[in-house]
Structures are given as structure tokens and as C-alpha cells.
């Protein structure tokens, strides 16, 4: 199969590029350089001929977004609505991911894929109305929603934590925000997993199973590195205010993924644990 993959310098972007690959699939990697997904006409002549295109285009910068949510939108939402209505145009599935901010992130169980969204974020809102722009635009569509993603080719939480133990020799970290670690290589191999079982059109959840705190991920970081774990102290959300509100909760169900026959992910520690090695910087 032929498979486009835009915004293909970003995290999870080289990790699908990768996986697909290796799955044998010919893959045309377009990086933001080579297709802004702004632009709507480069978008129709660049998926002509695809069989499967997968969106790593996306305004990931959530703190930034409260103050620049026109420029989010114009790639959060439009972008994926130029991609869906091209993707559409040459027949080809489409690939979407989104994020766990489209819930309000305060519930006290897993959200379902079909639980409503009340995104409290700016960068959550066009999130949420790219979905929304995928599911009106592509008639086939796998909407992805994953999660506290981390990964080889990027900037990410763990990366960040172990840096600072190593050099201030402790941190402090949220001890009341729960979610899924996700490692990009698992997502990426989840996508080729689920266009190979030819699943069915929909939203699926792309996340790790089982949950943890920040405080839970940065520990596991730093005794990966073999620093002592108790450098990593506890603190609350009301000590580390941020500009964009982040949800207490916010733990994603696999059912559909179930349903589909597919596999969710395997749970956070033992993924953090395979994919400690490629991740952290030696
Ligand atoms: N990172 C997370 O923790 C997380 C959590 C939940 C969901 N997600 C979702 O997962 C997906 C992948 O995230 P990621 O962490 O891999 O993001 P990332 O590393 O920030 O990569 C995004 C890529 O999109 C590119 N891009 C930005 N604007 C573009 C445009 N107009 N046209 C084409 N490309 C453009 C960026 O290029 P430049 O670098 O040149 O700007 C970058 O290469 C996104 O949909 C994100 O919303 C991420």
C-alpha cells in the first residue's frame, strides 16, 4: 500500500514513518518544509494517489495555545479538514490523531471513545473541531486519540525530568494528574496494526493501559538511569499553576479497539521500561 505521512519530522511522525516501513509499505514522508496542511489545494495534489495518509501534522504547544488559538486552529482543525476533504478526494483512509483534552478530565472513570468532549483548553478546543472536521470531511477515518506521549525524535516529559534531576540533583513533580504514558513507537505500531486488520472507520483510543501520575512517569525515569527515585518529590497542581488548565483524570478506555479485534497497548511501566533505552539521551 502507499502510505503519506505529513508532518512526518515530528515525534510521533518518524516513529509511523518507521513502522510502516517495516510493515513493507511504499511511504512518502512530507515534512511541514514539503506540505503545510494550511494549504488546501497542496493538500489535494499531495495525497493524490494514497491509500493510507496519517496526519503527524499538529500546534502541540498547549501553554502557547491559551494565547494563540487562531494560529492552533488554523492547523489543529483546518489543517485536518484539508487533509480529510483531500484524503476523501483520492480515496484514501485517513489516519487523525487527537488527544485526551478533548474530555473535561474530570471524571473518575476510563472515558469511553464515544463519552462526550468539553475540552477546558484552548489547545483541547481545536483538537476537538479537528475531529470533528475528520469525521464530517472522510468518509474513512481512524480518529486516534492518545496521550502524554514520549518518544526518540522529541522534546518530552521523561527527557526533560531526567535533565533536570541530573543537574539540580532532585525535582519536583504533580502528584495529582492521572493519564497514560505512551510511547510514539507503540502508537505507530498500533496504526499499522489497525490498517492492516482493516478495522472499522472511527475514534479508537491510542494510550497505554493502566495510569500513573506525572510524580508515578518521573520516578520510573529517573530509576531507569539508575539515579535514586526519592529525588523526585511530590507537589500538587496548585503549586505548578500553568497557563493552560490540565485534567485531573484523564484515563482513556480501549474498548473499541477490543471490539475491532486489535490490541490496546500494553500497560505504562513495562512500555517505559522497553522504551527507556531509545529514549533517554546516553
Ligand atoms: N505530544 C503529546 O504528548 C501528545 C498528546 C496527545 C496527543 N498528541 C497528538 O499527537 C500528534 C503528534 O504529536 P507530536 O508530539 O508528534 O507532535 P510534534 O512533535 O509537535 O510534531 C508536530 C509536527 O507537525 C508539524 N507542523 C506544524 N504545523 C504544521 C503545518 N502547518 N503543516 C505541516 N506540518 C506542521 C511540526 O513542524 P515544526 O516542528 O516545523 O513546527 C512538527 O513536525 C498530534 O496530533 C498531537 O496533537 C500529542
Redesign the pocket.
Known amino acids: 500500500m502507499r502510505w503519506i505521512v505529513?508532518?512526518a519530522?515530528?515525534?510521533?511522525?518518524q516513529d509511523v514513518v518507521a513502522a510502516a516501513q517495516a510493515a513493507g509499505h511504499k511511504v512518502v514522508a512530507l515534512?511541514?518544509a514539503e506540505?503545510?496542511?494550511?494549504a488546501a489545494a497542496a493538500c489535494r495534489d499531495a495525497l493524490d494517489g494514497a491509500d493510507v495518509v496519517v496526519?503527524?501534522?499538529?500546534?502541540?504547544a498547549v501553554d502557547a495555545a491559551e494565547e494563540h488559538e487562531a494560529d492552533a486552529f488554523t492547523?489543529?482543525a483546518v489543517?485536518a479538514s484539508n487533509l480529510a476533504r483531500a484524503a476523501a478526494a483520492a480515496g484514501a483512509r485517513l489516519v487523525h490523531?487527537?488527544?485526551?483534552?478533548v474530555f473535561a478530565g474530570d471524571a473518575d472513570a476510563p472515558y469511553g471513545e464515544d463519552a462526550p468532549v468539553a475540552p477546558r483548553s484552548a489547545y483541547g478546543r481545536t483538537?476537538a473541531a479537528g475531529e470533528w472536521a475528520v469525521l464530517a470531511a472522510s468518509p474513512d477515518h481512524l480518529v486516534l486519540r492518545?496521550?502524554?506521549?514520549y518518544?526518540a525524535g522529541?522534546g518530552?516529559f521523561p527527557k526533560t525530568i531526567v535533565r533536570v534531576a541530573r543537574e539540580r540533583g532532585g525535582v519536583d513533580v504533580v502528584d495529582d494528574q492521572r493519564g497514560q504514558p505512551t510511547w510514539?513507537h507503540d502508537v505507530a505500531d498500533l496504526v499499522v496494526r489497525l490498517v492492516a486488520a482493516e478495522a472499522p472507520g472511527g475514534i479508537y483510543h491510542a494510550t497505554s493501559s493502566g495510569d500513573g501520575t506525572w510524580f508515578d512517569f518521573a520516578r520510573a525515569a529517573v530509576a531507569s538511569t539508575g539515579l535514586d527515585p526519592e529525588i523526585v518529590r511530590p507537589t500538587t497542581s496548585e503549586a505548578f499553576v500553568r497557563p493552560a488548565p490540565r485534567p485531573a483524570y484523564s484515563v482513556l478506555g480501549h474498548d473499541a479497539l477490543r471490539k475491532a479485534g486489535v490490541e490496546p497497548i500494553g500497560d505504562w511501566r513495562r512500555r517505559w521500561d522497553e522504551a527507556a533505552p531509545s529514549v533517554l539521551p546516553k
Open positions: 505529513v508532518g519530522a515530528g515525534m510521533l511522525g515534512t511541514r506540505l503545510d496542511v494550511t496526519n503527524g501534522a499538529a500546534y502541540t492547523v489543529n489543517g490523531p487527537s488527544t485526551d483534552y483538537k492518545t496521550a502524554w506521549l518518544g522529541g518530552n510514539t
